[in-house]
């Protein structure tokens, strides 16, 4: 089985250099001796022949750019997590994205919009909204500036950021590029109306997890040449691996699954990947 992980962040720790960062670990895990390299090296020998290391903020990006050009088969998106939007000003990203152009990146992202954590109650909210707001429509620009597709980030308890998101995609993005749902959630029409716009959806690891119903039927729900598959590494370990730094490698048990469950065919979601980012990864 040859599987290309669409969204991996080999530029973030613990993956990185083996820094320990926000998991928990045991004395001597052996994933603190590890660095990227090691880490690729591993989910080579588990099938993956390609991966898109994916930037959050503008030093995750500029590694993201390292990384890609050290590794046969590794490219780079560029972008800022909604979540981190608050960290930045359009000065310092329109700076960053200078040196950005210059360099052979294939996407943009991951961007868009996360209300999930905020409190729409609370004074800060329309804040902390607009910025993130403001910082994806720049995201937006960018990628049509350089004729590239767009790896979105979305997610909210409740539906308000998905339906805004369509929506400044519809009044504003007219770039003839494709966009992919990192990690789709959200409600049904939601997910069909992405895809009439082009739209593709990433899953990951979490679609193995037994309450994960909901992400099933999305997935079931897509056509098969608009579904990719992703780690999103180290986040979201598949479920024999729940509770672990999910390691680049383990992408090869979510694809094991869907193949069996979901009938999933590997090879067309590679094909779909190659034609999403313009890249041919397997020779």
């Not at 690729?40 to 959050?56: I, L, N, P």
């Not at 780690?231 to 370990?237: M, W």
Request: with cysteine; glycine share 6%.
């Amino acid at each position: 089985m040859q599987i290309i992980d669409t969204h991996c962040h080999y530029n973030m720790e613990p993956l990185y250099s083996g820094q320990e960062f926000i998991f928990d670990f045991q004395e001597n895990d052996p994933l603190l001796e590890m660095n990227w390299q090691d880490h690729w090296r591993q989910a080579q020998e588990k099938g993956v022949v390609g991966s898109v290391v994916v930037g959050t903020g503008i030093e995750t990006s500029d590694l993201a750019i390292e990384i890609a050009s050290q590794g046969d088969n590794l490219i780079a998106a560029v972008g800022v997590h909604p979540t981190h939007a608050s960290e930045v000003t359009i000065d310092q990203l329109s700076q960053a994205a200078q040196g950005w152009a210059e360099e052979k990146i294939h996407a943009v992202g991951e961007t868009g919009l996360d209300f999930y954590r905020l409190d729409k109650n609370g004074r800060d909210f329309e804040q902390a909204a607009k910025h993130q707001r403001v910082i994806f429509r720049w995201h937006l620009n960018f990628a049509q500036q350089n004729d590239l597709p767009l790896i979105l980030h979305v997610r909210d308890k409740d539906d308000q950021a998905y339906w805004e998101v369509l929506q400044i995609m519809k009044n504003e993005y007219q770039g003839n590029k494709p966009f992919v749902l990192h990690c789709a959630s959200g409600p049904m029409d939601y997910i069909k109306e992405a895809i009439e716009l082009g739209g593709y959806i990433g899953f990951d690891g979490n679609i193995t997890y037994p309450n994960a119903q909901d992400i099933r039927d999305l997935v079931n729900s897509a056509p098969a040449d608009r579904l990719m598959i992703e780690t999103d590494a180290p986040f979201l370990a598949p479920q024999s691996q729940r509770g672990r730094v999910c390691e680049p490698w383990m992408i090869n048990e979510t694809a094991k699954y869907v193949e069996k469950e979901l009938k999933i065919d590997p090879q067309q979601l590679l094909a779909n990947t190659e034609n999403f980012f313009r890249h041919q990864f397997v020779k």
